[in-house]
């Protein structure tokens, strides 16, 4: 009898066993997981790997995804010893922690020590959970549970390092490391370790910079526990909570929107260069009229890869210039800084050589006339000359014989999104009139670097590169560095000629200051102005933006590269050299005129506001019978005149009127005013 009661106890109690056994598995199996895939932060990194931005997720928390292969294995080590010593061996819970816990804190009416595990917490922080009752608690148990049969132990410390907590809005280790030490948990010394450790516990209680004895002290138990050296608990706790790196705001801003899915987006932006142009932009701006902003854009036009993108000086607008918006990518008016593609059209299409004589003198195209910015002119000079001195007619002139539409096509090839106010191009396209970019202008002016070929401009690493267009020759492109490259470097500025190829331009109404160069490998672009299109007194390119060019041209790392050598098939020779039809410009349409032998005052033009020297005033004669008569007011000043180029002794200050007459009675006559 005893035997079989025995045996049925045995049974029953097998069965019972069994019973529970198969209920608990039923009861973990049928467990409704949290969401496992929660939103991280996404990352934008530069062309070394370098943080730029950190975007923070719902409710301004920032969590940064955390696998455990960036992760310091010390700290690692540290972490399991202090928190959860068999989490490799238990299955979710542990037994012995748990019930060491329930004794010591029976045993001493307090809670001495948790007895949560690492996969306990991960529950509890996957679904916001409480900690201190009893429902909660049993919740965890069963979703800790759960998690072992669906995960790696690799995969739940990973999911923990993602999500714990480390004071505000942080999450995660690697947030945490680098808000309080300012570097990637990769390389964490003992101690930060050991803060890291014990932050997750009470984030908000040990607060370094709010509560730095609690946190010194919660971090001086983890290095107890682990029997780290005692010069470690010397070391100070953070009293500071770092800002995450917020550089190229715009640029990371336009990447983001673009790529809205993409977790992790490398940049070709070098961190070092970026910091360096904010700064810049910032310092442009200082003491300036109020609402001003800057752009600044810096690439190698070699490759198209953007270095450095400046949207504005100050993104959080604080100094109420409109800081949100990019102006790397606002339409604005170029001013003259279009008037090298003019040129490098003429080149190409024979129309003139750098040293053609052109004739900057009053002239009306139909209703438009024109007017260079000093409102004096210059007559007869070369090409050269009329570029370097940013003359208005001359390229004019030629692009009344080049066609607007080709200048426009030229930017278009090139990749510039140009817009013309009414939708068809006119003359005024030659001295700004169309809306163009910072990133345009760049990518245009990295061409002509390029030896005429634009090398499309890419701001993300693996980006698919476009093919490269060629705009205009190699001569062409190779003949506008030259004459750009001998323009002075601006007052003040330490750098050689010839280091650096530049032009400058000022929109309509001071709207637009405005600077590109490029040198060897890099092309810089320059933008002053106010966002809202206001006329800014007194801003022009030359004075404004071409010193931020040059500093900037400065802080770009590497000497700076030698200007190209000229192709074979560059034409270098002076004017009196150049073949007849190009030495002086003639437009197509002049060799249809009815021809005519009577003189011409080509030097000074009709209306032209000369500055008194001292020494006269140049005239310059064209056709008429020899020998010519000069009159001035009336009064003969000159007789017998044998040649066509001469000083004409005047030197009284207002109108004088200027009248040429040759061997056959045939006149010309201009009205000049000396100043």
């Not at 345009?440 to 002016?445: R, S, T």
């Not at 030495?583 to 249809?592: H, L, T």
Request: glycine share 10%; proline share 8%; no cysteine.
């Amino acid at each position: 009898m005893i035997v079989r009661y025995g045996l049925f106890i045995v049974v029953l109690t097998l069965g019972l066993g069994a019973g529970a056994r198969d209920w608990a598995d039923h009861w973990v199996a049928t467990t409704d997981l949290p969401l496992m895939s929660v939103e991280t932060s996404v990352e934008v990194h530069d062309r070394n790997g370098v943080l730029l931005r950190v975007f923070p997720v719902e409710n301004g928390r920032t969590r940064m995804k955390t696998a455990m292969a960036e992760i310091d294995p010390a700290y690692l080590e540290m972490l399991i010893t202090y928190e959860d010593k068999r989490y490799y061996s238990h299955a979710g819970v542990d037994l012995r922690a748990a019930l060491r816990s329930v004794f010591q804190a029976v045993w001493e009416g307090k809670v001495v020590s948790g007895g949560s595990t690492i996969t306990m917490q991960v529950a509890r922080l996957l679904e916001n959970s409480g900690t201190g009752r009893w429902p909660g608690k049993i919740r965890q148990i069963r979703v800790a549970l759960a998690l072992e049969r669906a995960f790696g132990k690799d995969e739940i410390l990973s999911l923990y390092l993602t999500h714990a907590p480390y004071g505000g809005p942080l999450e995660g280790v690697r947030a945490g490391s680098l808000a309080w030490f300012g570097k990637e948990p990769a390389r964490l010394n003992m101690d930060e370790a050991a803060l890291l450790v014990a932050l997750p516990q009470s984030p908000e209680s040990r607060r370094p910079d709010r509560h730095p004895d609690a946190a010194l002290q919660a971090r001086d138990r983890v290095l107890d526990r682990v029997q780290a050296p005692s010069r470690m608990r010397l070391a100070p706790v953070p009293r500071r909570m770092r800002p995450f790196p917020r550089l190229a705001p715009h640029l990371t801003d336009f990447a983001r929107d673009r790529a809205p899915a993409t977790q992790r987006i490398d940049l070709t932006v070098d961190a070092g260069l970026q910091g360096q142009m904010e700064q810049l932009a910032r310092r442009a701006v200082q003491g300036r009229s109020a609402h001003l902003s800057a752009a600044i854009v810096v690439a190698d036009h070699q490759t198209g890869q953007v270095i450095a993108s400046v949207g504005s000086p100050d993104y959080s607008d604080a100094a109420g210039a409109l800081g949100f918006v990019d102006m790397t990518r606002a339409l604005r008016s170029p001013g003259s800084t279009l008037k090298p593609f003019i040129y490098g059209l003429a080149f190409d299409q024979g129309l003139v050589h750098p040293e053609s004589l052109i004739n900057d003198a009053p002239t009306s195209f139909g209703r438009y006339a024109p007017q260079n910015f000093d409102g004096l002119y210059r007559g007869e000079l070369t090409v050269r000359e009329a570029l370097q001195l940013s003359l208005n007619i001359p390229p004019v002139l030629l692009t009344q014989e080049i066609g607007p539409a080709r200048l426009m096509g030229l930017l278009k090839k090139g990749g510039a999104q140009a817009v013309v106010p009414g939708g068809k191009p006119g003359l005024a396209v030659a001295l700004g009139g169309v809306g163009l970019t910072l990133n345009d202008l760049v990518q245009l002016y990295g061409g002509v670097a390029n030896g005429g070929k634009v090398q499309p401009l890419v701001w993300q690493q693996q980006m698919p590169q476009p093919a490269a267009k060629q705009i205009m020759s190699r001569a062409s492109a190779w003949h506008l560095w030259d004459i750009l490259a001998d323009l002075a470097p601006p007052p003040g500025v330490a750098a050689h000629r010839r280091q650096i190829a530049y032009k400058t331009g000022t929109s309509y109404g001071h709207r637009d200051a405005w600077s590109i160069g490029f040198d060897g490998q890099h092309v810089i672009g320059v933008w002053l102005g106010r966002p809202d299109g206001t006329p800014v007194p007194g801003a022009f390119g030359g004075d404004l933006a071409a010193p931020i060019l040059f500093e900037a041209f400065g802080r770009v790392s590497g000497t700076r590269s030698p200007g190209p050598m000229p192709p074979p098939e560059t034409l270098m020779v002076s004017t009196a050299e150049l073949p007849l039809p190009l030495q002086r410009f003639r437009s197509r349409s002049a060799a249809f005129r009815p021809a005519t032998n009577r003189p011409v005052v080509q030097f000074p033009p009709q209306g032209a506001v000369l500055h008194r020297s001292g020494y006269g005033v140049p005239l310059k004669l064209d056709a008429g019978e020899l020998p010519l008569t000069v009159l001035v007011n009336g009064a003969a000043v000159l007789t017998g005149l044998r040649e066509r180029s001469t000083v004409l002794p005047l030197d009284d200050l207002g109108f004088s009127r200027i009248s040429v007459i040759d061997a056959k009675g045939r006149s010309a006559e201009v009205e000049i005013r000396l100043q």
